[in-house]
C-alpha cells in the first residue's frame, strides 16, 4: 500500500512539472510569434529625448506641423509631427489618407534613422473629433490638447 501513494504521488509530481514545461514553451512560441508584430508608440518628445535604434519598427503620432507639408514630384511626402514640444521630420513614400493634413492628427509605423522617421505607414483622424488615444496622451502631457468635448 505504501509503495501505492509513493507512485501516485510521482505521477502527480511528472504530471505538473510536465504542465509547466508545456505553458513555458507555448509561451516562449507565442512570444517568438508576436516579436515582429509589437510596435511601441512614442511621442516626438520621446524619439527627441531617447533615439530608437535604426533596426527598431515603432509607431510616433502628434500633430502634423503646419507649415512643414512638401509634396514630392512622386508620392513621396515629407512632413513634421509635433506634440508641441519637440518636432521630427518624416519622409513618407505612397498615399496618404484623405483626411491627412497640417494641424491634423497623425500616427505613423516605420524607423527613425539619422534624424529622419521614415514611415511605411501613415494613419489620420478619420472624422473631426477622432485623434487616436496615444496621440491624446501624449498631446496632454505637453499640454498642448484640450478636450473639444469636455
Known amino acids: 500500500m505504501a509503495g501505492m501513494k509513493g507512485l501516485k504521488k510521482k505521477r502527480r509530481v511528472q504530471v505538473i512539472v510536465l504542465a509547466f514545461v508545456a505553458l513555458a514553451a ?7 510569434a508576436l516579436r515582429d508584430g509589437i510596435n511601441y508608440f512614442r511621442s516626438p518628445s520621446q ?32 512632413f513634421s509631427v ?27 509605423t516605420g524607423t527613425y534613422v539619422d534624424g529622419v ?14 485623434m487616436p488615444r496615444e496621440v491624446i496622451d501624449a498631446l496632454k502631457e505637453q499640454g498642448v490638447y484640450e478636450d473639444p468635448n469636455a
Open 82 to 108: 509635433t506634440d508641441g514640444a519637440a518636432s521630427v521630420p518624416v519622409v513618407y513614400t505612397g498615399v496618404l489618407p484623405d483626411l491627412f493634413g497640417e494641424g491634423q492628427g497623425m500616427v505613423g
Open 47 to 78: 524619439v527627441m529625448e531617447a533615439p530608437p535604434a535604426p533596426s527598431e519598427t515603432f509607431r510616433i503620432g502628434g500633430l502634423v506641423e503646419e507649415g512643414s507639408l512638401v509634396r514630392g514630384e512622386s508620392e513621396t511626402v515629407r
Open 117 to 130: 522617421f521614415h514611415a511605411t505607414e501613415i494613419l489620420a483622424k478619420h472624422d473631426e473629433d477622432y
Open 26 to 32: 507555448s509561451t516562449a512560441l507565442i512570444g517568438y
